[in-house]
C-alpha cells in the first residue's frame, strides 16, 4: 500500500488523492530503481485502470498494470492511443510539480 484510503468510506475517501506529488515521486523512484536493477514493477488497484494516470505509469518506466479482466479492453484502448516519448516528457514535467492542484490540472488538460 502506498496510499491506503478507502475510496468507498465517506469519512475518509476526500483523503484518496492518487495524483498528490509524494505519491506520484514514490512511484517514479520505485520505478527507477527496481528498473535500474532489472526488477520488475507492476501497479495494482484504482490507479492502474484509469486513463488519466496510465501514460503517467508508463512514461515513468511502469511496465505491468494489474488490473480487473473487465478494465482490459479500456486500458488496452488507452495503451494504444498513447505516444510513448510525449508520456516520458509529461510524466518528467509532472514529477516537478509540488501542487496538488497544478497536477490536477495538467492530467485533465491531458485527457485522451
Known amino acids: 500500500y502506498t496510499l491506503a484510503v478507502d475510496r468507498t468510506?465517506?469519512?475518509?475517501?476526500?483523503?484518496?488523492?492518487p495524483y498528490h506529488p509524494a505519491i506520484l515521486r514514490s512511484l517514479f523512484r520505485i520505478s527507477k530503481a527496481a528498473n535500474d536493477a532489472g526488477i520488475e514493477v507492476s501497479v495494482c488497484g484504482d490507479m492502474a485502470n484509469k486513463e488519466r494516470?496510465?501514460?503517467?505509469?508508463?512514461?515513468?518506466?511502469?511496465k505491468?498494470?494489474?488490473?480487473?479482466?473487465?478494465?482490459?479492453?479500456?486500458?488496452?484502448?488507452?495503451?494504444?492511443?498513447?505516444?510513448?516519448?510525449?508520456?516520458?516528457?509529461?510524466?518528467?514535467?509532472?514529477?516537478?510539480?509540488d501542487r496538488i492542484s497544478m497536477i490536477k490540472s495538467f492530467l485533465e488538460s491531458k485527457s485522451l
Not at 505509469?57 to 511502469?62: A, E, M, P, T
Open 9 to 17: 468510506n465517506e469519512k475518509v475517501s476526500d483523503l484518496y488523492i
Open 53 to 62: 494516470y496510465i501514460p503517467f505509469l508508463l512514461g515513468i518506466g511502469i
Open 64 to 97: 505491468s498494470l494489474s488490473i480487473d479482466a473487465m478494465y482490459i479492453p479500456r486500458v488496452k484502448r488507452t495503451i494504444s492511443k498513447i505516444v510513448f516519448k510525449k508520456a516520458v516528457e509529461d510524466s518528467n514535467q509532472i514529477i516537478g510539480m
